[in-house]
């Protein structure tokens, strides 16, 4: 059975009981995301002070991936800068989009190695990515909007 | 209309079907619940392509050497099959991409009209016309309408859909009145099963001197359809639905209607006379098959025809019937399970959509693709219903005749497995 690969115990947590949910102001920008095939959608709003990402607050109804990566996301990204969130987005989406042959680093992506099994599942790395996806276009339009 | 019917002998069809053979996910049997998106094909379609690619290949209707002769025939003679097959006649028939092209077709036609000469009058739209659909609608014909409204004027209304997953037909004499041109609708939902009640609506329709364009996808595979019987004027379905290729559908449309209509898309092979400065067009069918038509697919689809018929549509009908049935009743004996749309067998087909309370749509498609269980997870193409029964996807088995009980079988397993691997069992 690989399917307890793809849903480690991790996942689950996440997606019972996800982290930073709810939408929270102030903010500095907003992305809604939507995956057209399966309707999934997250609305996620980011406030930066100067380069730290000072909050991530979402909301949003999907799959237990897409949840839980959102969860996972928030974790990973709070409080350090820019330039490292976007290190970890680079790690996860290499991790995703690598088919189950990228060996995750536990350093950088935390309870993110977690999702290694989901990429062995092309039809649900979007929902892996969806959180993500988010995040990485409300931090552009927050940094190109002020 | 009750022919005693022998059940169908679905181990022999199955045989006819290399690819339920295979084994899926680690070993597990192959159990396809997924034939509402693509239906699986029969050797016999597919051997009938490759003889026309090694014996008769040529262009159509061009040329006027043998070969070409020979594949001028065998896609007419498809043509005319596939006619019969639907209660048309042959120049009643265009082929077109898929079905969602076909609805294209008529909507593009009618926007055409709008700038065309008189002839073409009965499909020109404008502002203060209306179009009718339902909320039930693919979105094959859903956006095509929608759009035609924006470019034309006109206004887009639908008839809703009850808790229960029937057209409301409350108000259908308000809905379509003086002012409608267009009612389109689906003859069977491919999420719900539903099956709408033709007869009144083409009568409303019809009092009124609307066009009725019927959605014929999920009808026309999987029961005997007839649609000079069902008095519409316009009806689509795709080849790949029902064990044909693809790259294929079919509109039918009245001969009288397809002789007024202008082109949608236009170039070589639908004209009559080209100057610089003008064409004229050639008659139906072939004024709406601009370019090189889909031949080996059309003459495979002929095959497809012959191959259901000789099984008998009245008998998958009934076998569907059957499994449906025992599907709703096994879902009815889990726990957290809401079925969208009718939970008996009246009036509905083979499409059997639900969601397990606490378990998204899309992990649930999962366990059961784990359990070798192929389902489709998601809106099905139909986003506005699954809004209106207020739920944002659901999982849908959907059977045809290649499929049995033990399918039905491993299938309510497998959703109990969900419950439990989910811990909400
Ligand atoms: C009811 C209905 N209408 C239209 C379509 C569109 O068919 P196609 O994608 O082959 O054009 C489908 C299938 O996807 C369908 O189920």
Redesign the interface.
């Known amino acids: 059975?690989?399917?307890q690969q793809?849903?480690q115990e991790i996942i689950?947590d996440h997606y019972k009981n996800p982290h930073g949910r709810g939408l929270r102001d102030p903010f500095d920008a907003e992305s809604f995301q939507v995956n057209p095939?399966?309707?999934?959608?997250v609305t996620l709003r980011v406030r930066l002070d100067g380069d730290q990402v000072a909050d991530v607050s979402y909301d949003g109804?999907?799959?237990?991936?897409s949840q839980a990566s959102t969860s996972v996301l928030t974790d990973l990204v709070v409080g350090r800068s820019v330039g490292e969130a976007f290190g970890k987005l680079d790690a996860f989406v290499e991790l995703m989009q690598g088919r189950g042959t990228v060996e995750p680093d536990e350093d950088v992506l935390e309870d993110g190695i977690a999702f290694a099994g989901v990429a062995k599942?092309p039809a649900?790395v979007k929902?892996a990515l969806l959180g993500w996806m988010a995040f990485k276009d409300a931090v552009a339009r927050a940094q190109g909007g002020s | 209309m009750t022919a005693v019917t022998a059940p169908l002998d679905v181990d022999a069809l199955r045989a006819d079907f290399p690819i339920l053979g295979r084994t899926v996910?680690?070993g597990k049997r192959l159990v396809y619940l997924d034939s509402g998106a693509t239906s699986q094909h029969p050797v016999q379609v597919i051997e009938a392509e490759r003889a026309f690619l090694t014996e008769h290949n040529a262009a159509v209707h061009r040329g006027a050497h043998q070969l070409a002769e020979e594949a001028t025939d065998a896609y007419e003679h498809a043509r005319a099959r596939i006619a019969e097959f639907v209660g048309a006649s042959a120049n009643e028939l265009v082929f077109t991409k898929n079905a969602t092209e076909g609805i294209n077709l008529v909507a593009y036609a009618m926007g055409n009209a709008s700038t065309a000469g008189p002839e073409s009058a009965r499909f020109k739209l404008g502002p203060g016309d209306e179009i009718v659909i339902t909320e039930m609608e693919h979105h094959a014909n859903l956006v095509p309408w929608q759009q035609l409204a924006q470019r034309t004027g006109a206004t887009l209304r639908w008839l809703g859909v009850t808790d229960e997953g029937r057209l409301d037909l409350s108000n259908v004499d308000e809905l379509v009145n003086s002012r409608t041109k267009v009612l389109a609708f689906t003859h069977q939902s491919n999420v719900l099963g539903t099956v709408n009640p033709v007869e009144p609506l083409v009568a409303r329709a019809r009092s009124v001197g609307a066009l009725v364009v019927l959605d014929a996808c999920q009808s026309v595979p999987h029961s005997a359809v007839d649609f000079r019987a069902l008095g519409i004027d316009f009806a689509v379905f795709s080849s790949h639905k029902m064990l044909g290729p693809y790259g294929l559908g079919v509109l039918y449309g009245r001969h009288e209607l397809l002789a007024a209509m202008p082109p949608f898309l236009t170039g070589g092979s639908m004209i009559e006379m080209v100057e610089m400065t003008r064409t004229t067009f050639a008659p139906p069918p072939q004024r709406f098959e601009a370019g090189t038509p889909m031949t080996s697919q059309a003459v495979a689809l002929g095959a497809a025809v012959d191959y259901l018929s000789v099984v008998g549509m009245d008998r998958i009908a009934a076998h569907e019937h059957q499994l449906t049935v025992a599907a709703l009743d096994g879902l009815a004996g889990i726990e957290g399970i809401r079925v969208l749309g009718p939970v008996d067998g009246h009036a509905r087909g083979g499409a059997v959509a639900f969601v397990v309370d606490g378990i998204?749509?899309?992990?649930v498609g999962?366990?059961l693709d784990?359990q070798g269980v192929a389902v489709r997870?998601?809106?099905h193409c139909a986003?506005p219903l699954?809004r209106r029964l207020g739920v944002?996807?659901s999982v849908r088995a959907s059977f045809y005749l290649y499929n049995d009980l033990a399918d039905v079988d491993a299938f309510l397993a497998a959703v109990r497995e969900t419950r439990r691997?989910?811990g909400v069992a």
């Open positions: 059975m690989q399917l793809m849903y689950l095939t399966c309707g999934d959608e109804q999907g799959c237990s991936i599942y649900r929902c | 996910r680690d998204h749509p899309h992990d999962q366990v784990d997870v998601g809106h986003w699954h944002p996807a691997f989910f």
